[in-house]
């Protein structure tokens, strides 16, 4: 059976501790940052939009979010790191001859 992501399935890199960014890198998808704040997601260049419940940068085709934006966005993170570790959980407990499709 599948690792069910749940929030977590909304982002493609999710972090609890820092991101950075490869000199030359191309992501596609949404990347976020809990509990640590946007100070830890470094080398992309970041610019928070006008809510600033988000953040953009030419090296993400997508939105970047931290714990520290504006409401809904920690909620939201909130959320997304509790099913990360729940996924991971349930993953790791699985016997190998279960794979996880």
Same mark, same amino acid.
């Given at each position: ?8 399935? /909304?982002? *493609? ?35 928070? /939009?006008?809510?600033?419940?988000? =953040? ?9 979010? #931290? ?13 997304? *790191? =509790? #099913? ?5 959980? /349930?993953? #790791?407990?699985?016997?190998? =001859? /279960?794979?996880?499709?």
């Amino acid at each position: 059976t599948r690792v069910e992501l749940g929030g977590a399935g /909304d982002f *493609v890199i999710l972090s609890k501790t820092a991101i950075t960014a490869a000199a030359s890198c191309d992501i596609t998808g949404d990347v976020g940052l809990s509990p640590k704040t946007a100070a830890a997601i470094t080398g992309f260049a970041l610019s928070a /939009d006008g809510s600033n419940q988000f =953040s953009t940068s030419v090296k993400v085709s997508g939105r970047v979010y #931290a714990a520290n934006y504006a409401v809904p966005t920690p909620a939201k993170l909130t959320t997304a *790191v =509790s #099913a990360m570790e729940a996924a991971y959980t /349930d993953a #790791a407990g699985r016997p190998l =001859s /279960d794979p996880a499709n």
